[in-house]
């Protein structure tokens, strides 16, 4: 007897519809979606401590890089699960301003991670927004990206044009030529451990999203930066270690948490609805059996999304309460 064949990655058809592409690149979009989530979040959580104007600056900063790096995350995973490329190339001129800021906003973070020493730094965040206000008027007039698109195993990426590659390349060279040796010396004649969490979360966050190059100039590498959730996580604590009562306040005190979750649960499924909209043709809803088979799936989703509100709706001050609505 033949044994049975095991396929454990199963290879996507040729010419497969918009909606088994989407389901066979799925797992790639799920690093980047994790990212976009996180920094969401942690931007939420940056403009909340902006009321504190003597770190307004810093946590300006820090919002600004959270919510570059989150929008570069669901620009990633839009890239694997999205096949049709106009609609692809019209999501990323949309999003591309929100990344725009993560070079800028980087600069002036390390600047006041460092302690304001070093003016070098706010020399590069000024050369870095004169390459970002290039990028919006690449965006404005509709010429960001060139309309090519190079197909890779992880997604489609569009081609970047002459007005954002200026915008990648400066903050590269400012990196390996400014902000680490910055680094480097500030921490020889400071202490490593009081500031290993920023200094190793920001140092990750900026190597991956170094990693995006080479996606970027056309080489076909899966682009790390999916992954900075795990360094915004790191930086998040190395920034917020001193300031828990804050975030308890923020979160479950004046039940904020709950309205978070729900926004965003809200985002989540518009977002759904949106690619559903997108991706399928009247031909393909008519040739879809889904009826009955569907109405299992989609009772449930009602089911455990109106017993997560519910849940979490009834005590939102309690941790208890938010942590089963967010399992749920």
Known sequence: ?????????????????????????????????????????????????????????????????????????????????????????SLNTYLYPFVLLLAPASYHLVYYILDKKYSIIQWAAILNWVTTLFGFIGILKGEAFTGNFIHYSFGIYPVAS???????????????????????????????????????????????????????IGIPIFPASTFSFIPMCILAYGIFNSDFKDLKRLFLDKSRLFYILNIFLSFVLLLIAGIVLF??????????????????????????????????????????????SISL
């Open 1 to 89: 007897m033949n044994p049975y064949p095991l396929n454990p990655i199963p290879e996507m058809p040729i010419n497969p519809t918009e909606i088994l592409y989407f389901w066979y690149n799925l797992p790639f979009a799920v690093p980047g979606t994790i990212t976009f989530i996180v920094g969401l979040t942690l931007t939420v959580i940056g403009i909340f401590h902006l009321r504190k104007k003597e770190h307004f600056g810093y946590f300006l900063s820090f919002s600004g890089t959270c919510a570059g790096f989150g929008i570069l995350g669901l620009i990633l995973s839009l890239r694997a699960i999205v096949r049709d490329e106009n609609l692809l190339l």
């Open 162 to 216: 002459f007005y954002l590659k200026p915008w990648a390349v400066l903050a590269t060279i400012g990196y390996i030529l400014i902000g680490f040796p910055a680094y480097y010396f500030f921490l020889k004649s400071h202490s490593f451990h009081e500031r290993r969490f920023l200094v190793v979360g920001h140092n990750l966050l900026l190597i991956l999203v170094i990693s995006n190059l080479p996606s970027f």
């Open 279 to 324: 991706t399928f043709s009247p031909d393909d809803y008519d040739t879809t059996r889904w009826y009955p088979w569907l109405l299992i799936p989609l009772v449930s989703v009602f089911v455990v999304v109106g017993l997560g509100i519910f849940i979490g709706g009834t005590s939102p001050y309690r941790l208890i309460n938010q942590l089963g």
